[in-house]
């Protein structure tokens, strides 16, 4: 870090960062299981991607979040997405790289990636 401008820049992307994690019920959140087997499984990365892209994107209306286990073990990563008003998405095996599709189509869009949930994997 070399000025005050480098520092102050720093502060304002960890902030638009920590806003992409903040709560209102009105917000659409998504939901990073993130207990040990998610761990292993590699959703950290997959948090962290979905953290980065909402704030890329500027979404307000959109809450990234962590929880513990879904009880899923064998399709970690495991996310849920909760939309007011409609039914949760549980999208499984997810990662980082599938994330831009999912903010794209189901956030944006209003479309769930259907190819990405349990049920195309538990058929």
Known sequence: MKSIEEL?????????NVSARGDNSDDIRIAVGMATCGIAAGARPVLSAFVEEVSRRGLK???VTQTGCIGMCQYEPVVEVFVPGKEKVTYVKMSPEKVPQVVTEHIV?????????VG???K
């Open 120 to 122: 195309a994997y538990t």
């Open 8 to 16: 102050k820049a720093i502060r304002e992307r960890a902030l638009q």
């Open 109 to 117: 869009n209003g479309r769930p990636v259907q190819e990405f949930t």
């Open 61 to 63: 209306n959109v809450i």
